[in-house]
């Protein structure tokens, strides 16, 4: 049988490709060795076919470096594949300046060593005033893992079976846990649990309830779950999961859970994303009880999953404001602010020739929270030809494409990046 892996060409003769010569005088020998060797793993993979080995390796070579900045057109708020919350100018000028030499872990005053990203902590404690202590970690998988490392080794972790969660990429919750040496006790059924069957399943052996908000499913029809408020009857501490980090009630978003409820309804810690609804960077809250807080905080595996200082940074500058792209992202008025964006774009395309046109859509949160809530939208109308093309300029724009056609929905994206998403789209070959 032919196996197309035979197929593959050898390093050296990659190497020989003229094609590549340029490439190592600017990126250096090893850099192009790097590429070719790469192209080849992809093309072992089944990623590449194996006559298309060196051009991956080219394609690799011109490509900028690094990651590069995206106009987020899709209509989902919070996009995982995009980098979830784009920071506030606020943030990233905050990360900027902590990139350098900063006193994260220092008091300037009495020159001695202070508790790190205590900035960052203040900041959060007083957004969230029910929560006794507050901690920050990498993420909110890193969170829930410490969280079963500190409380649950060898013990039980009871949770609803409708709320065993797929966070994206293959990681499940219910695993993550396990990972980390706390058995599951799974309780009720996909659809329905009750009270009752918490009651049945608690005992000696329980660290705690764990409350998973479905953030990215809806379960539907007939169905039952049971709020924080009742599991905190039970006599062992209730951890929630929130997920997408609303510190406090959203009026547009009234089914997405917020940390400071959960707290007053007696959750003895609340577990939240950073980059997600809160639009700050990557990290994991942790809000709760101040003994339990601490002992996660100086549980040995918290050094593991500590932030570094431009994380810290950017959290401050978030939760002290102006509002981050997200929470405005949110906010905004469909029709008395997208519309006339959209139309405005359409016009200035039209103009030069473009068939694009202003039509209604409909924006999501995203991964980020909130499953099922359409946002009204507005959208710039292309061909669909143009969803490739855009996506590989020099700016590259992700738009949608929907019944044939490209929409560059207008609702995440930054007001002031209208011009540049308008001047990629005419830089498109025509
Ligand atoms: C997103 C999410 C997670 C994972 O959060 P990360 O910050 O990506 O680790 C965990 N639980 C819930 C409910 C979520 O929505």
């Not at 300029?393 to 560059?408: D, F, H, K, S, W």
């Amino acid at each position: 049988m032919d196996d197309p892996r035979r197929r593959i060409p050898r390093t050296d003769a990659l190497l020989a490709d003229p094609r590549l010569a340029p490439y190592v005088g600017e990126r250096g020998r090893e850099a192009v060795k790097a590429a070719v060797l790469d192209a080849q793993q992809r093309a072992r993979a089944g990623e590449v076919a194996p006559e298309r080995v060196a051009d991956a390796a080219l394609a690799a070579l011109a490509a900028p470096p690094g990651l590069r900045p995206v106009l987020n057109a899709t209509g989902v708020v919070v996009h995982t594949n995009l980098g979830r919350a784009p920071l506030s100018a606020a943030a990233r000028r905050a990360v900027a300046d902590a990139a350098g030499t900063t006193d994260v872990e220092f008091d300037l005053a009495t020159g001695q060593r202070a508790r790190r990203g205590r900035g960052a902590l203040a900041a959060l404690a007083a957004a969230v005033p029910a929560a006794g202590g507050v901690h920050v970690v990498n993420n909110t998988a890193a969170a829930l893992l410490l969280c079963a490392l500190a409380l649950a080794p060898g013990r039980e972790v009871v949770v609803s079976r409708g709320e065993l969660v797929e966070i994206g990429d293959g990681f499940r919750i219910p695993e993550l846990l396990e990972s980390a040496g706390a058995r599951l006790r799974e309780v009720g059924t996909t659809n329905r649990t009750h009270l009752r069957d918490y009651e049945a399943a608690v005992g000696p052996a329980t660290a705690f309830v764990l409350k998973v908000h479905t953030s990215n499913y809806r379960v539907e029809g007939f169905t039952a779950e049971v709020p924080v408020e009742a599991l905190t009857g039970l006599g062992v501490p209730v951890v929630a999961d929130i997920g997408s980090g609303l510190l406090a009630p959203h009026p547009l978003l009234p089914d997405e859970p917020d940390a400071d409820s959960a707290l007053r309804a007696g959750a003895a810690l609340v577990t939240a994303s950073g980059d997600k609804l809160l639009g700050g960077p990557q990290c994991g809250l942790l809000l709760g009880q101040a003994g339990l807080v601490d002992r996660l905080r100086r549980h040995p595996a918290a050094r593991a999953v500590r932030v570094d200082k431009l994380t810290l940074a950017a959290l401050e500058a978030t939760l002290r404001g102006p509002a981050p792209p997200v929470a405005r992202a949110l906010a905004v008025h469909a029709d008395d602010e997208l519309r006339p964006r959209a139309e405005a774009l359409a016009a200035r395309l039209a103009a030069a020739g473009l068939p694009a046109r202003a039509v209604p859509s409909s924006a999501r949160v995203g991964g980020g929270g909130a499953p099922g809530v359409e946002l009204a939208s507005w959208a710039v109308a292309l061909p669909e030809a143009c969803a490739g093309p855009l996506r590989t300029g020099a700016v590259p724009v992700v738009g949608r494409t929907e019944r044939g056609q490209c929409l560059l929905d207008l609702r995440a994206v930054d007001p002031a990046d209208d011009d540049a998403l308008a001047r990629a789209v005419l830089d498109l070959p025509r």
